[in-house]
């Protein structure tokens, strides 16, 4: 597609499940970030692909989060062993990457609710 | 590490009169770039309008237009003419190339438009 796609868009687990979401990045774009938005908050940054590079994980809030990025193209944000605090939106974006003006463009996000 | 702050929580505004966002950031690059994002209830995040540092002129798109004040660190966003569908969260976001290229944003200032 187009733009950035993300999957589920709605997601309820039970606390102690784990979740996989999806990001499609837009094609070509090699740069691929998740961001965690709790209600009514900022961004928080979560990880960083650039390319082949190792990713910048620092924004990880715990070992039960963890991503990958296959191809240099769709990424999996999984989190394990689900907590109420977990509940947020999950954004991801993609950038062409490099240096330059180049911007980020988001996906809807995937809200995911631990009950 | 850079921070953006935005200090203002909320924001409202009347219909066709004009508000100022702020937003101060700090770094000690001098390569970056800066972005205002706009996030409607739909979740989509859309970027408003950007400037690259080394420029001097304020970066305009419409009625959307920015008051950078490098020396002082600060990229404020002003609306003109405000319309019902300009009712957002907004936020402010940073870039350097030179510093792992991410993206930080601050916390958003909710806008209000009051018809």
């Known amino acids: 597609g187009a733009g950035v796609s993300q999957s589920p868009s709605n997601k309820v687990t039970e606390k102690g499940k784990d979740v996989e979401l999806r990001c499609d990045p837009i094609?070509?774009?090699?740069?691929l970030y998740w961001y965690r938005q709790s209600l009514g908050q900022g961004l928080e940054f979560l990880i960083y692909f650039q390319g082949n590079s190792a990713p910048d994980k620092s924004g990880l809030p715990s070992d039960r989060f963890s991503a990958e990025r296959t191809g240099g193209s769709v990424s999996t944000l999984t989190i394990q062993r689900t907590q109420q605090e977990d509940s947020a939106v999950y954004l991801c974006a993609s950038s062409p990457g490099g240096r330059g003006r180049n911007t980020i463009y988001f996906g809807e996000g995937s809200w995911l609710t631990v009950v | 590490a850079q921070t953006v702050t935005q200090s203002q929580p909320e924001m409202s505004v009347q219909e066709a009169e004009t508000v100022t966002l702020s937003c101060t950031y700090d770094t000690s690059e001098s390569d970056y770039y800066l972005f205002w994002y706009k996030q409607p209830p739909s979740r989509q995040m859309i970027l408003v309008i950007r400037?690259?540092?080394?420029?001097?002129q304020n970066a305009t798109e419409n009625r959307f237009s920015v008051n950078f004040q490098k020396a002082a660190k600060s990229f404020s966003l002003k609306i003109s003419d405000s319309q019902l569908g300009d009712a957002a969260m907004y936020f402010c976001a940073y870039r350097a190339p030179n510093t792992g290229n991410q993206f930080y944003f601050g916390t958003g200032t909710s806008l209000t438009v009051i018809p």
């Open positions: 400037q690259e540092a080394y420029k001097q």
């Open positions: 094609s070509g774009h090699t740069a």
